[in-house]
């Protein structure tokens, strides 16, 4: 059982910066394949970015390469995202997920556990 806790989040002009940070609970943090995904008003829950159980491999969606970063400290059983130069289009609430096993990184249904998501709010 793996329990997740987003913070981070907030109200920002638009290309200003934020880091979200998702603190995980159980021990087997550091195997876990760990992402986050938004979720704007009205509109299905997409993918933003993931990393591997080391680290090692990080994936990330079109609209957001380049601006966010994604990071784990597995002996702080944390994963991060960096995010710069925000668009108001980045608006939405943002949520930590964790698969033990992923087939497809970038599909939600494969992700075993989930925060409650945290707001970010990008004016312009």
């Known amino acids: 059982q793996v329990q997740l806790v987003e913070s981070g989040g907030g109200l920002v002009q638009a290309g200003g910066s934020l880091r979200l940070s998702c603190a995980a609970s159980g021990r087997t943090f550091s195997s876990y394949h760990m992402a986050w995904f938004r979720q704007a008003p009205g509109k299905e829950r997409e993918f933003v970015a993931s990393i591997s159980w080391s680290g090692h491999s990080t994936y990330y969606a079109d609209s957001v390469k380049g601006r966010f970063t994604i990071s784990r400290d597995n002996a702080k059983n944390t994963v991060y995202l960096q995010m710069n130069s925000l668009k108001p289009e980045d608006t939405a609430v943002y949520y930590c997920?964790?698969?033990?096993?992923?087939?497809?990184?970038?599909?939600?249904?494969?992700?075993?556990?989930w925060g409650q998501g945290t707001q970010v709010t990008v004016s312009s």
């Open positions: 997920a964790a698969a033990a096993y992923v087939k497809d990184y970038r599909d939600y249904v494969g992700y075993d556990y």
